[in-house]
């Protein structure tokens, strides 16, 4: 047990899994992740695509490889973290608070990091002005109002959705302008503005006279293979046929023509504004940990600038 | 124009230095920190003018960063020349003065747009501004740390060994808070409050948790004997460029959400 202790408050051992941790993060951003298995066969071969995806390269930084030295570290940093604080009341060495304080909120960071993994949820949605959005199950978000704002060299300036909050039905917020870099904080939800696009909708009739409407980058299937609508240009609905991951035709279908078993009844566009609810039960911990990592260094920093070591 | 003048005062102040270095009366230059001083003030100007017209601190693209970064390592350099009084420091100001003109080059060259524009939505955040200006801050003593690195491992004079180590130690023990509050908590923050995720695993996230990852590396290799020395100097040196990668390499070889900067 004792040789376990030695072994693992080893200032060796953590710089050790520093630079391995390190080594294999350089790894990562050569492999690109979260692609299709099809890419990495494509780009690297059956070999090496089979070792990175039973690795899990893929997406490194769930994977086993970087989960194994990080475990590791953390338990090399909590021993150390209690190593220096026996050690001090023994020796009563001089009172260095600040690295103690660094190495808490790095344990305190991974920990955070860790709920975040497992408890965060991210949902996107485009919005038009008037629909609402259920959030949980007592709050209705409405989108009153999205203005989006240019520069005159047409770059975007600010995209602005101002929307009302009903709680239970009721009206609880009746105003507020969310803005990037300014979400809206509600129930434990974060809502952010992501994104501002145009919809583009075509309203297909089928041989029944049955309408549906569909939106850009909607398809539906047709015998061997998909018809997806790209959008309108001009007065034309454009559609894609795929077949497999190939792109086999395209057409540009008017009002009252033929498109599969479908005729286009209608076409129409309007501004859509898209928002992301984020639940993060990982971020207070880590704000506080890094509160604590910061407090650490300023700590380290005028303790070091009075012994003079600086 | 004012950085063109601060480029040239650059180079005019590291002419003065090597002229002084290259005699062989040991004589420290009187004059060319001042020099210094002067184009680190005209280069503080540029961001403050570009500010006042994008009515936004201008740390929002690569020449602006790229300004900042050699004004905040030209001004450290003075400050260095004033207060330390180690024999080194005239070798340590000019490797890092040519560190600094080699910036400013590229930050002249058309890798680095120079138009006048005001910042797209996610750049609009006083966190960004704190993210980027102590980032800058901290790499500065970083570029001093990698020069004392590079003379350690030139030096053959014992005492002038032991200098430049405490000397790239120092930088760093400086430095590396700095730089920690600036990239990684600042940044984390920002991209918090902008895309709603502290962290994404965004190539330049990545490199700069790994540029971090080694200087943390370095100031532990400090506490083991085999370490210190080589491995130190050798760690400060590949952190210095890990620095520059993740600045420069990142946006041009690896894609992801920082393609602004």
């Given at each position: 047990?004792?040789a ?24 990562s ?9 099809s ?5 690297y ?5 089979q070792?990175f995806?039973?690795l ?9 490889p970087f ?9 090399n940093l ?5 190593d220096?604080?026996?050690?001090r009341?023994h020796?009563?060495?001089r ?16 920990i ?8 965060r ?44 909050v ?6 609880l917020?009746?105003?507020y ?14 809502i952010?503005q ?27 299937e047709?015998?061997?293979?998909l ?24 057409y ?6 033929p ?8 076409l129409?566009?309007r501004?859509v504004?898209g ?7 990982g971020?207070i911990p ?19 600038g ?5 | ?13 590291s002419?003065v ?11 420290v ?5 001042y ?5 680190a ?5 540029v961001?403050?003018e570009?500010?006042?017209r ?10 602006e ?5 050699s004004?905040?390592i030209?001004?450290l350099?003075?400050?260095y020349?004033?207060r ?11 490797g ?9 080059a ?6 680095a ?7 797209i ?8 501004i ?7 801050i ?11 690195a ?5 030096a ?20 590396y ?19 709603g ?14 540029t ?13 004997k ?6 130190s ?8 460029a ?8 990142v946006?041009?070889?690896l ?7």
């Amino acid at each position: 047990m004792s040789a376990l202790y030695r072994f693992f408050r080893s200032v060796r051992l953590a710089v050790v899994l520093i630079l391995i941790i390190a080594v294999l993060s350089i790894v990562s951003t050569l492999i690109p992740q979260g692609r299709d298995p099809s890419f990495y066969f494509h780009s690297y071969g059956a070999f090496w695509a089979q070792l990175f995806l039973i690795l899990n390269f893929d997406d490194f930084f769930h994977s086993w490889p970087f989960r194994i030295p990080v475990g590791l570290f953390f338990i090399n940093l909590s021993v150390c973290a209690v190593d220096r604080f026996i050690s001090r009341r023994h020796r009563r060495a001089r009172r260095r608070h600040g690295p103690d304080l660094i190495h808490l909120g790095l344990l305190l960071l991974i920990i955070g990091a860790m709920v975040s993994v497992a408890g965060r949820r991210e949902s996107f949605v485009y919005m038009g002005v008037g629909e609402e959005i259920q959030l949980k199950e007592k709050y209705i978000i409405r989108l009153v109002e999205a203005e989006y704002q240019e520069y005159e060299d047409g770059r975007p300036k600010d995209w602005i959705s101002t929307v009302a909050v009903l709680r239970n039905g009721e009206l609880l917020i009746p105003s507020y302008s969310i803005e990037v870099n300014k979400p809206l904080r509600i129930g434990g939800v974060r809502i952010y503005q992501s994104s501002f696009a145009r919809e583009d909708r075509a309203l297909l009739l089928d041989q029944d006279g049955i309408s549906s409407t569909i939106t850009n980058g909607r398809g539906f299937e047709v015998e061997g293979g998909l018809i997806v609508f790209r959008g309108i240009e001009g007065k034309s609905a454009v559609f894609e046929r795929w077949e497999r991951r190939t792109r086999t035709a395209v057409y540009r279908v008017g009002i009252g023509e033929p498109i599969a078993e479908y005729t286009v009844g209608d076409l129409g566009s309007r501004e859509v504004s898209g928002l992301n609810a984020v639940k993060d039960p990982g971020f207070i911990p880590v704000v506080i940990a890094l509160i604590i990592v910061g407090a650490g260094l300023t700590l380290t920093l005028i303790q070091k600038g009075k012994d003079r070591e600086l | 124009m004012i950085a063109t003048i601060a480029f040239a005062l650059l180079i005019v102040s590291s002419v003065v230095q090597a002229v002084y270095l290259l005699r062989r009366e040991a004589k420290v230059d009187p004059f060319s920190h001042y020099i210094l001083l002067a184009a680190a003030v005209l280069l503080l100007a540029v961001t403050i003018e570009r500010s006042i017209r994008i009515r936004f601190v201008a740390v929002t693209n690569t020449f602006e960063s790229l300004v900042f970064f050699s004004a905040a390592i030209a001004l450290l350099l003075f400050l260095y020349r004033l207060r330390a009084k180690d024999r080194t420091i005239p070798y340590i100001n000019f490797g890092a003065t040519v560190v600094a003109i080699a910036l400013l080059a590229i930050a002249s060259s058309p890798i680095a747009p120079k138009e006048v524009v005001p910042p797209i939505p996610a750049l609009q955040s006083y966190w960004l501004i704190l993210h980027v200006t102590l980032s800058f801050i901290g790499e500065a003593f970083f570029v001093i740390a990698f020069v004392c690195a590079i003379y350690y491992l030139a030096a053959r004079n014992g005492d002038r060994r032991k200098s430049l180590d405490r000397l790239t130690y120092t930088t760093i023990a400086i430095g590396y808070p700095i730089f920690t509050a600036g990239a990684l908590i600042f940044g984390a923050i920002w991209a918090q409050t902008a895309w709603g995720s502290y962290w994404s695993w965004d190539p330049k996230e990545t490199w700069a948790l790994i540029t971090w990852l080694v200087y943390t590396a370095y100031l532990h290799t400090r506490f083991v004997k085999r370490f210190r020395g080589k491995v130190s100097a050798v760690l400060a040196i590949v952190g210095f460029a890990f620095t520059m990668f993740t600045f420069f390499g990142v946006n041009y070889l690896l894609a992801g959400l920082h393609s602004y900067a």
